[in-house]
């Protein structure tokens, strides 16, 4: 079984809004020039940014934040966020792992922005309805 698909939208002005919600001022998240200058293609995303938009598919799909035992991935790829009005996206998909014998149902969690998976060993065990 596969969950639908979501999209969300990543602009500037998220990463803004994240780094003063998460006190995360590290410059690679706001600065293209201090970004390249240490390797990265541009301003990225913060990786718990990410995880939590992918945290926040995982939850609709489970129906209510309760129903969300346990998740976890691991960082693969940054997601680069351009300086313009559109951003980028990310794109959330997930497929059942098993059958539930425990009332619990566990996720495996894909992650991708412009075609390439940006989290690894995404995972998510969700309790379902009885």
Not at 92 to 103: F, L, Q
């Amino acid at each position: 079984m596969e969950f639908p698909a979501q999209t969300f939208q990543v602009t500037r002005a998220d990463l803004v809004r994240y780094a003063g919600a998460s006190g995360d001022f590290n410059p690679i998240h706001w600065s293209d020039r201090v970004a390249t200058t240490v390797g990265l293609p541009g301003v990225i995303a913060h990786g718990m940014f990410t995880m939590a938009l992918v945290g926040r598919a995982v939850t609709e799909w489970a129906g209510s934040p309760d129903a969300v035992v346990e998740y976890g991935v691991r960082f693969t790829r940054p997601v680069a966020v351009p300086d313009d009005d559109q951003g980028t996206e990310i794109e959330v998909t997930a497929r059942v792992r098993g059958v539930p014998e425990d009332g619990l149902t566990r996720i495996e969690v894909t992650a991708t922005c412009l075609g390439d998976k940006v989290l690894s060993q995404a995972r998510a065990t969700i309790r379902t309805a009885p």
